[in-house]
């Protein structure tokens, strides 16, 4: 599975960015996905997952984006998207895309740097 993210730059306090990710090779693999965010000195950490729709398509968000930031997927275009609404200066990281296959490997995307400042 290989996965592309694109969609970060620069964006002021309160402004809204979104997050693209494309996925391609053994897509009928995949179960889980999510987006994650790694700020610098700081540990990678979730930030939402959509579970497969075999098992519902639930989403799940961390505390800190709850209510600002929206995860989906359009499996016709294979692409996730993370919508980031009402960012904040504590949004900044390098966010990724995370793809769990059936078998429990995982794969990631390149990253792509979100900043927010003014």
């Known amino acids: 599975v290989q996965l592309q993210a694109s969609g970060g730059g620069l964006v002021q306090p309160g402004g809204s960015l979104r997050l693209s990710c494309a996925f391609s090779?053994?897509?009928?693999?995949?179960?889980?996905m999510g987006w994650y965010r790694q700020a610098p000195e700081k540990q990678r950490e979730l930030v939402a997952t959509?579970?497969?729709?075999?098992?519902?398509?639930?989403?799940k968000y961390a505390d800190s984006v709850k209510g600002r930031f929206t995860i989906s997927k359009d499996n016709a275009r294979n692409t996730l998207y993370l919508q980031m609404n009402n960012l904040r200066p504590e949004d900044t990281a390098v966010y990724y895309c995370?793809?769990?296959?059936?078998?429990?490997?995982?794969?990631w995307g390149q990253g792509t740097q979100v900043t927010v400042s003014s």
């Open positions: 995370n793809a769990e296959v059936m078998w429990g490997e995982d794969f």
């Open positions: 090779g053994n897509v009928a693999a995949i179960n889980a």
């Open positions: 959509i579970a497969p729709e075999i098992h519902g398509g639930s989403l």
